[in-house]
């Protein structure tokens, strides 16, 4: 841990001497404890299978990596593409929740990084998506299937971006629902339909038989002949 200004406790390091277990569920838990809870079991486990579940390692190669002069990646919350302030959804509805975000640090995200669902209600079994890494000031949009839940009511849950060793970072951005018989995205799916309906319906001066239409320059060529 050369180069480094982290004073460990001595108490703590004979507290790992002391700890004899080889559990990994036991030791995840204990290296998470003595982080403060910085770090999740999945980015504990991270680092305590790179030193071998060594635990003492493990703390050391944490604070090797995470040592100040690795800058932390930044993101910021930029506005919700669907789903937005005031939208409502029937009961058990499948639906795609989109936010727009942006790197807002002066670095590349590193490799790997994702968004990951952290409390409230999860609306669904998705609980993370991979996100590509984006540049200084890039913008893009990240999007989860869902699910609305079976009752009407008011719901929230909240998700954030985080590194592949399970460092969160940026802003934390939520899923505002209101569930109700009847809502909005109903609707709005409905048109969905109907625009998809009738724009595969074929045209009645359609010079081509349905089923053998050629490219849209054949057409503009046929026309121009």
Not at 139 to 158: E, K, L, N, T, W
Request: proline fraction near 6%.
């Amino acid at each position: 841990m050369e180069g480094m200004d982290v004073d460990l406790d001595p108490e703590l390091m004979q507290k790992f001497s002391c700890l004899g277990t080889t559990d990994k569920d036991v030791l995840i838990s204990e290296f998470q404890r003595l982080l403060g809870f910085q770090l999740n079991p999945a980015g504990c486990a991270f680092f305590l299978d790179m030193t071998n579940w060594n635990l003492q390692a493990a703390i050391g190669a944490y604070y090797d990596f995470e040592s100040p002069n690795i800058s932390v990646p930044s993101m910021s919350f930029v506005e919700d593409v669907t789903i937005g302030e005031g939208e409502s959804i029937p009961p058990d509805t499948q639906f795609v929740k989109t936010w727009r975000i942006q790197n807002s640090g002066a670095e590349a995200w590193p490799p790997g990084v994702c968004l990951k669902y952290v409390g409230g209600d999860q609306f669904g079994h998705v609980n993370m998506v991979m996100v590509r890494s984006l540049e200084p000031q890039e913008i893009a949009d990240v999007s989860v299937q869902m699910c609305s839940p079976s009752r009407a009511g008011m719901y929230q849950g909240q998700w954030r971006m985080c590194t592949a060793t399970g460092l969160y970072y940026g802003d934390v951005i939520w899923v505002i629902l209101s569930v109700e018989v009847g809502g909005l995205l109903g609707v709005t799916q409905q048109l969905s339909s109907f625009e998809t309906e009738f724009n595969t319906q074929p045209h009645r001066k359609d010079p081509y038989p349905l089923g053998a239409r050629g490219t849209v320059g054949d057409m503009k060529h046929a026309q121009s002949n």
